[in-house]
């Protein structure tokens, strides 16, 4: 289910530090600018560390000029690989190259993530863990693989749930 800022009036969560969006690129800005405008209104300070979770749909290479502008808007921007592939035009979902992935999200940094290019990217690998990327005063560009806790070699045992019978 996809939750509305205007579904958040009068909630605490509308005071919450950080918010997860799941959407394409033409709706984000509008989305952040109107939870950023009921915060206001409410007379919550602050700003909220903002994520945008591409909606994998959007993610093809007639969107990059709008997610290279929304991701202006956003501090973490984290498609998963094949998303991020989508977007530029070299997807194939069954592909994983480190390397192709660590310059993608490199040049989204450089194109701007984030209120002063501030922000990172997130890539979400599945099984090959998760790239992280910012812009770091230390370092011009820090980026780390983080590995997958579960693997694919952890089975999880399949518990068939008990059939439900309607009562007569």
């Keep these: 289910m996809k939750i509305h800022p205007h579904q958040l009036i009068d909630t605490t969560l509308l005071g919450s530090s950080s918010f997860h969006f799941l959407e394409e690129p033409s709706q984000i800005v509008h989305q952040i600018n109107e939870l950023l405008d009921l915060r206001e209104k409410a007379g919550i300070n602050g700003k909220p560390l903002i994520i945008w979770e591409p909606l994998p749909s959007s993610c093809t290479p007639d969107n990059l000029n709008a997610f290279c502008n929304a991701a202006r808007s956003v ?18 979902e069954s592909l994983f190259e480190k390397d192709l992935i660590e310059e993608l999200a490199l040049a989204f940094l450089q194109s701007g993530v984030g209120e002063s290019a501030q922000g990172a990217v997130v890539v979400r690998a599945g099984e090959h863990g998760c790239l992280v990327q910012s812009n770091d005063q230390s370092t011009r560009h820090k980026y780390e ?24």
């Design 75 to 92: 501090d973490v921007l984290s498609p998963n690989h094949v998303e991020l592939a989508g977007i530029v035009g070299k997807y194939e």
């Design 145 to 168: 693989y983080l590995q997958p806790t579960l693997t694919s070699s952890i089975r999880l045992k399949y518990t068939r749930p008990p059939t439900l019978r309607p009562s007569r």
